[in-house]
């Protein structure tokens, strides 16, 4: 098998088939239409010239400069999506930008933008990247043309890490204002007050704890963080160049925006507007008055967006999605001069913001109920997304292309919401493993060799998705035959280089790395997770304890357990059966096992099988129910397979 430095070499040239398909592109769309290439370099301030970040032990961050190969290309090469490479473009204008007077965003120094919002005395932040190293560098270019900034506000628009990870950078842990104060206090305090929007926290921890190694490990295939920037490799994924890899950390909220509600900060009004469940369970946008502009967080991004994130998320509500960017648009469209948003790059004009916000809207509302009349007539999901295509003039709409959500799988995703992964065929109730199924289907179509000559000849004549199919049967029923391995590798690489949507590109770019070169993912503990479990509570980290604990392994250790938290004065009785932790809040079970008194950070060592941890803690009655309660936990992988068994 080839090591992955080699994989370079083995990336192919596009077919002919893939060259047509790609061509057709410019029939498709108004390659002439410049509107989004001036939006997207409109008040540029100043730009830098090949960025590059370092973390302190000078690994790259980010890498605006790894794209500069683009500027070799007049037009999209033959092994890209023209409408992607345009995309990637776009995105690969970094530097600061003047949004409007007051208003100026550091964009491509990370994969989300920073917002620099003037109040009479200093500046709020909206966002703050994702890593701390690309958060210094953005302040630094800001205050290269602004002086040294006084920070008066923070305000994290949504519970995703590429909008608080960067903290850091901007704010220490201890200049922020004490979260007990009234808004009030903590303004008049001097300090630094950080604003999200109601259930921050606990979301922006849940979404990264429960299933979070699961998602890591899903993630570098949508992130393609194996792939090198390139006409075969990484592009842009529509919500900007890609992930950074740096320090990440969690300030939580000193103030919580709980209904719609209006703030004066440091002299600057901001109307708030909730919009829960939409493209994250916290978000909100956000009115600035005096400025005449309209902050959409992630629900409008100039790209249609993930109805499902294909790293593994819980499916978003497209209908509640278009309702809230009407409802924005009701309460501040005629005011607004201005839209500028967390991703990509702000729209101006009252008419064009009007149409920019019914144009998203139209899409998610078009995109949920057009599978539910498609379902509703009988039709099964992998049907509904084969057969839709968005109506002629919306396809047409630069903004809601498909670089990060497709049609494809956001149609999948409005099924699952309303009718769940089943798609009431019986014979799919209850499938054989992909590896059992595989080696069925071998032993069915005999010599594997004479099955690959046909695949290849099907290969000849552009048909992809099949030979990606039939060859991942081979690879199932024996994933050391190289030769289907490297077939289903080049089906799948034809189809990243016709794929419009980045993170489908990075998918079938993996794939076809891991294919030809073996998994080569390495287990890393995720950046930030420090933080992450910091903002846990007593109640999550029990849940980790028993999603890490093995059941059947512990199903014959039961035990009850009086929990007491003595710092948050929590205690909980918990009895564990069928290696079940059953858990009640509140409550204090009189004959329980055993005592176990603690502190947050006690439990937290505790979930993370902290030995010293355990000897300190103090346990009476059965002192062995501690040790019991972790015994069974199993450490979770980043590095599992995907394209093999
Ligand atoms: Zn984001």
Known sequence: MANKAENKNLAKDATAYTRDANAAWYKKLDFDDEAEKENALRGLLEAPTALVIRGEDGHVVWNAAGYDFMKEFAKAPDT??????????????????????????????????????????????????????????????????????????????????????????????????????????????????????????????????YAGSAMARRAQYQYGVHLHPGPKGKLAIGIGLGQAVGNVGLLPPTYEVTKNETLCIDGIEIQFQLTPGTEAPAEMNAYFPDYRALWLAENCTGTMHN?????????????????????????????????????????WGTEIIRKYMDDTAAAYKYINDQTL????????????????????????????????????????????????????????????????????????????????????????????????????????????????RNLCADALEQLGYQAESGIWRNAYLTAALELRCGNHAIHAPKAGA???????????????????????????????????????????????????????????GKAADCTLTCSRMQLMGLMMVNKEVLQRISAEGDKTVPVRLIKYMTPFKTDFNIIEP
């Open 80 to 209: 890209a999506n023209p409408s992607l490479w345009r995309n990637t473009l776009f995105n690969s204008y970094a530097g600061l930008f003047e949004v409007c007077k007051g208003i100026y965003q550091v964009r491509g120094y990370d994969m989300a933008n920073v917002t620099f919002i003037r109040t009479k005395n200093g500046w709020i932040v909206f966002d703050v990247l994702m890593c701390q190293e690309d958060m210094e560098e953005a302040k630094a270019l800001m205050e290269k043309h602004f002086g040294p900034l006084k920070i008066v506000a923070v305000l994290y628009s949504h519970s995703h890490v590429d909008h608080y990870g960067g903290i850091y950078g901007l704010v220490k842990k201890e200049d922020a204002a004490d979260a007990k104060l009234s808004l009030k206090d903590q303004l008049a305090s001097g300090k630094v007050v950080v604003i999200a929007p109601e259930g921050f926290l606990e979301h922006a921890v849940s979404e990264n704890i």
């Open 307 to 347: 109805l499902y994130t294909l790293r593994g998320a819980q499916v978003r509500d497209a209908s509640a999605w278009a309702k809230y960017i009407l409802e924005a648009e009701e309460l501040f469209g005629d005011k607004t001069d201005v839209v500028f948003q967390s991703h990509n790059w702000p729209h």
């Open 373 to 484: 009349h498609y379902a509703n007539l009988g039709y099964t999901p992998v049907e509904i997304a084969r057969m839709l295509d968005l109506p002629e003039k919306l396809a047409r709409v630069w903004y809601i292309r498909q670089y990060y959500g497709t049609l494809n799988h956001n149609i999948k995703a409005v099924y699952q919401r309303y009718l769940g992964w089943y798609d009431a065929n019986p014979v799919n109730l209850n499938l054989l493993t992909p590896e059992a199924t595989g080696k069925k289907w071998a032993e069915y179509l005999g010599d594997a060799s004479a099955v690959l000559a046909k695949a290849r000849k099907d290969y000849e004549k552009g048909e992809y998705q099949w030979v990606a199919q039939v060859t991942k049967e081979l690879v199932f029923a024996d994933p050391s035959n190289q030769e289907a």
């Open 530 to 588: 420090a933080d992450m479990k910091a903002g846990m509570t007593a109640e999550m980290m029990l849940d980790f304890i028993n999603i890490s604990t093995d059941a059947i392994k512990a199903q014959n250790d039961d035990f009850t357990l009086n929990l007491i938290v003595s710092d948050t004065g929590e205690t909980f009785f918990i009895k564990r059966r069928d290696g079940v932790l059953l858990v009640h809040k509140g409550v204090k």
